[in-house]
């Protein structure tokens, strides 16, 4: 049986809410450069539309991660399979997420990133499964808080297709 895709945030309501994101993160780093750090593959679309609503001088570098042990949920066990290219000491860093889910992956990025002593480092995420966290980490910049369903779409993949949906949805199988 083919899955169900039900789209649960709109193309209009992404833009919508990344108009109000660039908003705050213009003033909040207004006079200053940023370097944001992209986390891939999922990110590409948010940052593509992200990036181009900022006033700041701005540089773009990407990181790809992929967590070992179960497939399924996320172990905390991290691996760095591309890091970082650009120098990030003394630089303020945003991290930009497509999605934090028990939020270890971003904690063990945060301490990988940490390393090279930025002046200061915050996290930007598309959408936050809030109910999911299983570690604590404070998250500057949320898109939108949704539930714990699996979502496709706007960048997102399951087994790496539906990352062409302009529409964030969800896949029921
Ligand atoms: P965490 O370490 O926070 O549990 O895992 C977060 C990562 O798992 C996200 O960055 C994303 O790559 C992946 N992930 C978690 N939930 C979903 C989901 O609903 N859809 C997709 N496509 N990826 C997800
Ligand atoms: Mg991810």
């Known amino acids: 049986m083919s899955p169900v895709i039900k789209p649960v945030i709109t193309r209009d309501q992404i833009q919508n ?47 790809r991660l992929s967590s070992y042990g179960d497939s399924s949920t996320s172990s905390g066990q991290v691996l760095v399979t591309k890091d ?7 630089q303020h860093v945003l991290v930009v997420e497509d999605i934090i889910d028990s939020g270890l992956t971003l904690k063990y990025l945060l301490e990988h990133l940490q390393k090279q002593q930025p002046k200061s480092l915050k996290i930007c995420c598309l959408t936050d499964k809030l109910e999911r966290r299983a570690v604590s980490v404070h998250i500057d910049y949320v898109g939108f808080v949704v539930a714990k369903g699996f979502l496709v779409g706007y960048g997102l ?6 990352r062409q949906y302009p529409d964030i949805c969800e896949l029921e199988v």
Do not use: C, T
């Not at 970082?84 to 003394?90: H, I, R, W």
């Open 157 to 162: 993949d399951y087994a790496e297709d539906h």
């Open 17 to 63: 809410r990344l108009r109000e994101l660039a908003a705050q993160i213009n003033k909040d780093y207004s006079g200053q450069e940023i370097i944001l750090i992209a986390v891939l593959k999922g990110v590409f679309i948010f940052l593509a539309d992200l990036v181009r609503l900022l006033d700041m001088p701005v540089r773009v570098d990407f990181v």
């Open 84 to 90: 970082v290219e650009l120098s990030l000491k003394d």
